[in-house]
T-cell receptor, first 112, second 115 residues
């Protein structure tokens, strides 16, 4: 049973396209996150949702839009993809806002 | 704002030996948590160990232990009896209460294990 699952694992797309990454957690956690890991392996928070409500929105281009239909799901939609969006995107969840995070397996996005 | 610093981009260790990865952090909060995550080539982020700031005792998980020096804001990870499967990126991270602060990561240390 996968605790935090993301789909797809790999995504290759052309510049200018719109794509979505889906995330689901079956842990019953209230808080979910999106992190971006760049080519130098640096992990940076993008968004955080608590019970479907956006609580953290870091400096991210507005081409990135998270959507949480229920507290078990947090999807990431990206419009007008650019080369610089190429990275690994991680979804994570936690039972509380300040406890350990459980990560999905990551989605490697490559924009060509 | 929280910051986490890992000053060793790369480390190597002989199999069965012990290695220590360094981490320093900065936070203005008194209530916080510290973590070490492992990221093997599979890309999965795996929690190795966690430490609550209010606990004086250093956390231990099998071959992994930490040296938590609160006054110095230092949180190093010691891996004993290193195994080939320990080869990975290791990230130090911190989380502060109260508020909506996210988990903040250091830049990572790439650990190689030499057979």
């Amino acid at each position: 049973d996968t605790a935090v699952s993301q789909t797809p694992k790999y995504l290759v797309t052309q510049m200018g396209n719109d794509k979505s990454i889906k995330c689901e957690q079956n842990l019953g956690h209230d808080t979910m996150y999106w992190y971006k890991q760049d080519s130098k392996k640096f992990l940076k928070i993008m968004f955080s949702y608590n019970n479907k409500e956006l609580i953290i929105n870091e400096t991210v281009p507005n081409r990135f839009s998270p959507k949480s239909p229920d507290k078990a799901h947090l999807n990431l939609h990206i419009n007008s993809l650019e080369l610089g969006d190429s990275a690994v995107y991680f979804c994570a969840s936690s039972p509380d806002r300040n406890t350990e995070a459980f990560f999905g397996q990551g989605t490697r996005l490559t924009v060509v | 704002a929280q910051t986490v610093t890992q000053s060793q981009p790369e480390m190597s260790v002989q199999e069965a030996e012990t290695v220590t990865l360094s981490c320093t952090y900065d936070t203005s909060e008194s209530d916080y948590y510290l973590f070490w995550y492992k990221q093997p080539p599979s890309r999965q982020m795996i929690l190795v160990i966690r430490q609550e700031a209010y606990k004086q005792q250093n956390a231990t998980e099998n071959r992994f232990s930490v040296n938590f020096q609160k006054a110095a804001k230092s949180f190093s990870l010691k891996i004993s009896d290193s195994q080939l499967g320990d080869a990975a990126m290791y990230f130090c991270a911190s989380w502060s209460r109260p508020g909506n602060t996210p988990l903040v990561f250091g830049k990572g240390t790439r650990l190689s294990v030499i057979a």
